[in-house]
């Protein structure tokens, strides 16, 4: 068994003296794993980081067994983001949560395009993702969720039906509440970023900590809950970075 297919690297590990087990999202096979050889060398160390875009090989005598792994590199993410924190940690996170929530072998198609686009807006210009990256990102995790059944219903409000002025989430049902019916359940809703209701919309830092919260609800409760699993530290130190950002840092709306 054997194929060839673009990939996107999430994680890889060290396995004995210089190979390495490697977790790649593919479009038409979904999370995959294989047995890279050689891949913690430092010949090779490069081309496994996460957030990098490789034509993959993978061998296997059984289409569900640990096959070996090699690589050509098409785009590589990482490197460009070494001199970029805030962008290095988005990469970190979304490579992470993919990894962490995504069912293997089972095909994905929105989520790698979307996440391969992300990488690429990320990658081919750093200093501008403060504007557009945090947002798109959030944007991913929205859809991933939706993806694997446990997406939010923002198309209208619970409680009065209308598709007007949508300021809140129920933290228990996911979906979206007008501000006027929120009412006395302010407290107890989460806030809904108009950049989840609006592509264009890059958000506010405030935004970014609000939209944070909202997704990772959803993360932490369903789709890591569900395996019984924490949110990943990468994901963690994001929220950290972004709550540490002052006012105006990155956007001038803010």
Do not use: K
Not at 35 to 42: E, Q
Not at 210 to 225: C, E, I, Q, W
């Amino acid at each position: 068994m054997e194929w060839e297919a673009p990939a996107l690297v999430l994680s890889a590990s060290p396995y004995g003296e210089s190979s390495a087990i490697v977790h790649l999202l593919t479009e038409d096979l979904g999370l995959v794993h294989g047995l890279a050889r050689g891949g913690t060398a430092r010949a090779n160390r490069a081309l496994w980081q996460p957030g990098n875009l490789i034509r993959a090989s993978w061998r296997g005598r059984l289409p569900d067994q640990l096959g070996n792994l090699s690589g050509e590199l098409v785009h590589g993410s990482a490197a460009r983001l070494m001199s970029a924190p805030l962008a290095l940690a988005m990469l970190a996170s979304a490579c992470a949560v993919a990894d962490g929530t995504l069912p293997e072998r089972e095909p994905h198609p929105r989520i790698f395009h979307l996440l391969t686009r992300f990488f690429s807006l990320l990658s081919l210009d750093p200093d501008m993702a403060g504007w557009g990256g945090m947002a798109a990102l959030l944007r991913w995790e929205a859809c991933l969720l939706g993806d694997l059944g446990y997406g939010m219903d923002l198309s209208a409000c619970a409680v009065t039906g209308g598709s007007a002025e949508l300021a809140w989430v129920s933290p228990r049902t996911g979906r979206a509440v007008s501000d006027a019916a929120a009412g006395e359940w302010r407290p107890r809703l989460l806030r809904l970023p108009p950049l989840f209701l609006n592509e264009s919309d890059p958000g506010t830092v405030q935004d970014w900590r609000d939209g944070l919260r909202l997704t990772g609800h959803f993360l932490a409760r369903d789709a890591f809950g569900q395996r019984h699993r924490p949110l990943p530290p990468a994901r963690l130190r994001l929220v950290d970075m972004i709550d540490a950002l002052q006012p105006g840092a990155l956007h001038p709306d803010d």
